[in-house]
């Protein structure tokens, strides 16, 4: 079975920045693309971006072109997020999905 556990989300004001890791249980982590979605109460799961197994192919929803950065380290099996200029609508649960697998998710919350 695969696992995967998101951290890092926050608090944060509008402008600020947060980084989101994903760690990853499986032995097979690096064969496979990994994404990055989120959802706020009452809207649709968005995916926001995706990385490709060996970290050659990047996807970013226009939403966050130019603020958010995914990144990858196979030999820790973690993926992260970097998010920077953070905005009122990036406010939303934060999941780490792959092989169909998903995380718990992590809270972001953009506020003054």
């Known amino acids: 079975q695969v696992q995967l556990m998101e951290s890092g989300g926050d608090l944060v004001q509008p402008g600020g920045s947060l980084r989101l890791s994903c760690a990853a249980s499986?032995?097979?982590?690096?064969?496979?693309?990994m994404n990055w979605f989120r959802q706020a109460p009452g809207k649709e799961r968005e995916r926001v971006a995706t990385?490709?197994?060996?970290?050659?192919?990047?996807y970013y929803a226009d939403s966050v072109k130019g603020r958010f950065t995914i990144s990858r380290d196979n030999a820790k099996n973690t993926v992260d997020l970097q998010m920077n200029n953070l905005k009122p609508d990036d406010t939303g649960v934060y999941y780490c999905?792959?092989?169909?697998?998903w995380g718990q998710g992590t809270q972001v919350t953009v506020s003054s």
């Open positions: 499986s032995v097979i982590f690096g064969q496979y693309a």
């Open positions: 990385i490709s197994g060996i970290g050659g192919n990047t």
């Open positions: 999905q792959g092989l169909n697998y």
